[in-house]
């Protein structure tokens, strides 16, 4: 029987998924990161510099980034590739304004990595979203209705109905925010799935260490050795504790809630 596993034991679909979700969270956290300090930097230079509107183009580029990255949708990847195109259009103006602020070098470094690793997104979901939508489709056709059959035919973004368009800016954010949390949940389960298939004796916490590295025991970060999984993981609002304990078989463990681990960390 051909062996589906690579040398270290993760299929080569385990470790797109896992790579893509990590990269996407990245990313995320990159643009909004690069949005704080857009925003920090928007407050004084409106008024030393008189003309912002380069500044609002940027921050409101930011905003789309962040919003597609957490929307795993075809139409998201699109908008977000002609964001990208046009920043490369305005990156001109963008350099003239940014040379007028003595503290703009470090954002500059900044707003490079972001696009970059925006960009490096993109082509990540780009190829690989394609087969994970079809395998899930594929998955499902035989059973009953779900949501899911075809859902890279049949996906449509909250943006594209007609409650989103007659809805106000704060409503519009809320359904954003829920779609986004929609997306990836759906994106985690569909990684545990396949982590459960190939690992059949596996812990909750091997789960959480391969999808957030960080939380790796032995993991170092800025000289300090990780202590082990985040205690957030452990809460009564987990989505990875509800889902794991949701999809449990064989000899996996049901993970409780352990609020006094939280309270230990408070």
């Keep these: ?52 509107e380069p500044m609002r183009r940027q921050l409101d580029q930011s905003r789309e980034i962040s919003k597609s990255l957490h929307r795993f949708s075809r139409k998201s990847i699109e908008k977000l590739s002609s964001i990208c195109e046009w920043e490369d259009e305005y990156a001109e103006d963008m350099a003239e304004f ?94 545990l799935e396949l982590f459960l298939l190939e690992t059949p004796n596996v812990t909750y916490e091997e789960w959480i260490e391969e999808l957030h590295p960080e939380n790796t025991r032995s993991n170092v970060r800025g000289g300090a050795e990780g202590t082990g999984i985040d205690h957030r993981f452990y809460l009564d609002g987990s989505d990875h504790r509800q889902l794991w304990n949701a999809n449990l078989s064989g000899n996996r463990k049901f993970v409780s809630v352990r609020e006094d681990y939280a309270e230990a960390y408070m």
């Design 1 to 52: 029987e051909e062996n589906v596993l690579t040398c270290t034991g993760k299929s080569n679909r385990r470790a797109v998924s896992t790579a893509v979700l990590q990269s996407a969270v990245f990313a995320t956290e990159s643009m909004k990161q690069f949005e704080m300090g857009r925003i920090s930097q928007h407050k004084g230079s409106e008024e030393c510099c008189g003309n912002a």
């Design 98 to 191: 940014n040379r007028r602020n003595s503290n703009e070098s470090s954002d500059r470094r900044q707003e490079r990595h972001a696009v970059s690793t925006a960009r490096r997104v993109i082509a990540s979901i780009t190829s690989n979203l394609g087969s994970r939508l079809s395998r899930r489709g594929k998955e499902s056709s035989n059973g009953e209705a779900s949501g899911c059959n075809n859902e890279g035919n049949t996906f449509q973004s909250v943006m594209d109905t007609p409650e989103f368009l007659m809805a106000s800016e704060e409503r519009q954010m809320e359904m954003l925010i829920e779609e986004s949390r929609e997306a990836c949940l759906k994106a985690i389960l569909d990684h």
